[in-house]
């Protein structure tokens, strides 16, 4: 694909989707952002228009959908739950809905769609090929990727990206992590045996502008990087990262005790390898644990 299209970016202020924003601006493209005061940004940022949802798509050559509420630091209530699925789930819905409405369509929609899907696989090693997990996180992904998924019969590529855990300064994990870690009072969570499968946001931004490039990413494509750690060995890594010790265990049950069916986040484990990015070519920035954190925190 050539420079210079237009895209239009969903969750585009977001933590992923601002760095998303800059990278495609540095690409070349012109950028149209979604948010629900678009005012309020109308000079936030030089080669970059802000527009309410859901503006007239024939206008745009690329859709990136990464609208969604955080999933993190709080208790799924029903209430919670129900926030999650209609940010996600119903977004990607009205936003294929006015797909098939619009007389000129985008070549392309990414959507944003997450390793949850895989549900608690202990040791198994979890490609685009294996099977759906259980659980709220699970039913979750399937029903967001089944939305943005229905653009491909109304002849749209589509790329849904099982987004893991995004490292990066300022946000995500490591938001909540790094204060706690650079105190020394960081360690492993439960019995520190769970995978976790994460991303440098450079790589995630790169990965997105690689699926713009490349007309033969298409379906499912796992967002994370070639190396899963293991929640006691990204601990170790965290803590070598800022200098400090990090030692002292979070126990399951207090965790479950703070933040309820969401303490799954940190508990379950996934050991997920980006194997479709790799067929396609996609090499990644920042493969290892100890390069992406020195990155960050350095």
Known sequence: MQQGKKILVTGGTGFVGNRLVGGL??????????????????SARSGVEFVAWLPDLSRYDVVVHLAGQTILARKWSGEVREQLVQSRVGTAKSLVDALAKSPKRPRLLISASAIGFYG????????????????????????????????????????CL??????????????????????????????GK???SWIHWRDLVALIVFAID??????VVNAVSPEPATNADF???????????????????????KLGDAASLALQSQRVLPARAESLGFAFQFPTLGAALADIVG
């Open 25 to 42: 601006v540095a690409h070349g493209d012109s950028i149209h952002v979604v948010t629900r005061h678009p005012e309020s940004h109308r």
């Open 194 to 196: 769970q995978w976790l």
């Open 214 to 219: 490349h007309e033969s990413a298409r379906g």
């Open 235 to 257: 601990t170790r890594a965290l803590g070598r990262a800022v200098h400090r010790p990090a030692f002292l265990p979070v126990p399951a049950f207090a965790l479950k005790l």
């Open 162 to 191: 099982r987004i893991g855990a995004v490292l990066g300064p300022g946000g995500g994990m490591l938001k909540e992590l790094l204060p706690i870690f650079k105190l020394g009072l960081g360690g492993p969570v439960g019995n």
């Open 120 to 159: 608690d696989r202990g040791d198994e090693v979890l490609t685009e090929e294996s099977k759906k997990g259980t659980g709220f996180l699970a039913d979750l992904s399937e029903a967001w990727e089944r939305e943005a998924l229905r653009a491909e019969s109304l002849g749209v590529r589509t790329v």
